[in-house]
T-cell receptor, first 113, second 117 residues
Framework: TQLLEQSPQFLSIQEGENLTVYCNSSSVFSSLQWYRQEPGEGPVLLVTVVTGGEVKKLKRLTFQFGDARKDSSLHITAAQPGDTGLYLCAAMNYGGSQGNLIFGKGTKLSVKP | GAVVSQHPSRVICKSGTSVKIECRSLDFQATTMFWYRQFPKQSLMLMATSNEGSKATYEQGVEKDKFLINHASLTLSTLTVTSAHPEDSSFYIC?????????????FGPGTRLTVT
């Protein structure tokens, strides 16, 4: 069974602080996605990482895919209240049909002004 | 591009009635759409994979006779919750895969909050 473990589950920080969210698995994935979800809305795709060791930057967000393609991290620099939300990592479920995604349980981030 | 819409955004219904939720891909054709359910403070759980022109594939533990899925066109999939009960109250989210962007990227609708009283 493929599982994605996210940590921490909850994170409450002050505006301006840095943070890192982790997504780990014992399985190897061909790609991994990070989504951000706000209350009452659907997840929004932030990035897809494909190559082992890949680093992608999206403004203050830095995403990294582990060399072995089993783990990923999301680092936010100088967090702002607008970064508040649920961050989900997801990967292709090879055991499923037609390429459905499996999701981690998410990291609920709260950035206080 | 890659916009997915859902309707309605919120619905309240009485126990025993049926509710239909629509999922549309607005600017692309989606041969495959996915339906998820999300309970408060939990992650998304896949319910079924919807295929245009054929039967949906349901995940283990999801009752196909209760959650009817119809993917009648390349831009529309519907989920009907039949004989709804309070325990069916949840946030239902659909997503669609954008073929030209590879098989691993999905774009999600805004979700539908179902409350069964």
């Amino acid at each position: 069974t493929q599982l994605l473990e996210q940590s921490p589950q909850f994170l409450s920080i002050q505006e301006g602080e840095n943070l890192t969210v982790y997504c780990n698995s014992s399985s190897v994935f061909s790609s991994l996605q990070w989504y951000r979800q706000e209350p009452g809305e659907g997840p929004v795709l932030l990035v897809t990482v494909v190559t082992g060791g890949e680093v992608k930057k999206l403004k203050r967000l830095t995403f990294q895919f582990g060399d072995a393609r089993k783990d990923s991290s999301l680092h936010i620099t100088a967090a702002q209240p607008g970064d508040t939300g649920l961050y989900l990592c997801a990967a292709m479920n090879y055991g499923g049909s037609q390429g459905n995604l499996i999701f981690g349980k998410g990291t609920k981030l709260s950035v206080k002004p | 591009g890659a916009v997915v819409s859902q309707h309605p955004s919120r619905v309240i219904c009485k126990s025993g009635t049926s509710v239909k939720i629509e999922c549309r891909s607005l600017d692309f054709q989606a041969t495959t759409m996915f339906w998820y359910r999300q309970f408060p403070k939990q992650s998304l759980m896949l319910m079924a994979t919807s295929n245009e022109g054929s039967k949906a594939t349901y995940e283990q533990g999801v009752e196909k006779d209760k959650f009817l899925i119809n993917h009648a066109s390349l831009t529309l999939s519907t989920l009907t919750v039949t004989s709804a009960h309070p325990e069916d109250s949840s946030f239902y989210i659909c997503s669609a895969r954008v073929p030209q962007r590879g098989s691993y990227e999905q774009y999600f609708g805004p979700g539908t909050r179902l409350t069964v009283t």
